[in-house]
Each structure stands twice: as C-alpha cells, then as structure tokens.
C-alpha cells in the first residue's frame, strides 16, 4: 500500500514536470510522425484523437493525453512508458495493435505533443 502511494506520488510529480515545456525540434518530427501512423493505424477507430478520423468511442478519448498522470491508470504518463503500452497492452483492455517500435515512440511523442485541440487549456 505504501509503495502504490509512493507510485502515486511520483506519478503527479513526473506529470507536473511537463507542463509548459516547448517540444523540441526533434520531438516535433516524431509527433508529425506518430499522427500519421496514429492514422494509419486505426487509433480513431476507438479512441477520440483531435485531427484524425473517425473519432470511436469504445476507448477512452485521448484528447490532451500529456496532461493525464496515469496510462490506463497504470503507469506512469511518461513519453518511453507510453511506447511500451502501445507495443503491449496486455494488461489493459486495450487490444493489441501490432505496430513497430518505431511507430510507438512516434505516436508517444505526437500525444505528448503541444496542444492537439483549439480547445486546449
Ligand atoms: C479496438 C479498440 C481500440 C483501438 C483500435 C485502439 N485502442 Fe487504445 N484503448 C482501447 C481501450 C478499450 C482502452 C482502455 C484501456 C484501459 O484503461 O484498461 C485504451 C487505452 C488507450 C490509452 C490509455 C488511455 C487512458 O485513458 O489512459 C492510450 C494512450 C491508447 N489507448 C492509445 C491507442 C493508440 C495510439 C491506438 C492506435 C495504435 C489505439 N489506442 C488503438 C481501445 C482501443
């Protein structure tokens, strides 16, 4: 119990770091990459993502992911954990969606990426 608590701590932590920090070029290239494999892939299937069609609802919507603390509730909102989810997600209801390692880290930088919505605060 301590230690979950612990985990939730440095789960509030880590996502009150992000704020306000302009992604760098880099970062850029790889979420202008992510949001067109997210599309290829078929996120919007299940998931409501701003600028990609269609927009499912039988997953959570993903609007403004950078700001949530938790993956799944799981694990910790961060860029290299979120990569690993989307590779497996076997522990959440979330089915698999085969992809390479490289589209994970690319679809991980475009939900970490600047405001995804004009609705963004
Ligand atoms: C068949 C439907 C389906 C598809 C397609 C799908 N997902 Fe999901 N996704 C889900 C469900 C259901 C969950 C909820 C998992 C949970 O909380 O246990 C989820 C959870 C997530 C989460 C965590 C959301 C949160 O609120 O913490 C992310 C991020 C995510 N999906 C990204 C993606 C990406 C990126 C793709 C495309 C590669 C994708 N999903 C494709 C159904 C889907």
């Known amino acids: 119990m301590g ?14 770091e992000n704020v306000g ?23 919007g299937a299940c998931h ?4 990609i069609w269609p927009a499912g609802t039988s997953g ?13 509730g799981r694990y910790a909102n961060r860029p290299d954990r979120l990569a690993d989810f989307l590779l497996d997600p076997s522990e959440t209801a979330m089915p ?3 992809m390479s390692a490289r589209d994970a880290a690319d679809i991980a930088a ?7 919505s004009a609705n963004a605060r």
């Open 3 to 16: 230690v979950r608590i612990a985990f939730i701590a440095a789960l509030l932590l880590t996502g009150c």
């Open 60 to 72: 959570p919507s993903l609007e403004n992911f950078r700001h949530r603390a938790a993956i799944a």
């Open 110 to 116: 475009f939900l970490h990426s600047a405001p995804q």
């Open 21 to 43: 920090i302009a992604p760098n070029p880099a970062g850029a290239e790889a979420a202008a990459r992510g949001r067109v494999a997210a599309e290829r892939l078929g996120c």
């Open 48 to 51: 409501v993502i701003p600028g």
């Open 96 to 98: 698999r969606q085969p």
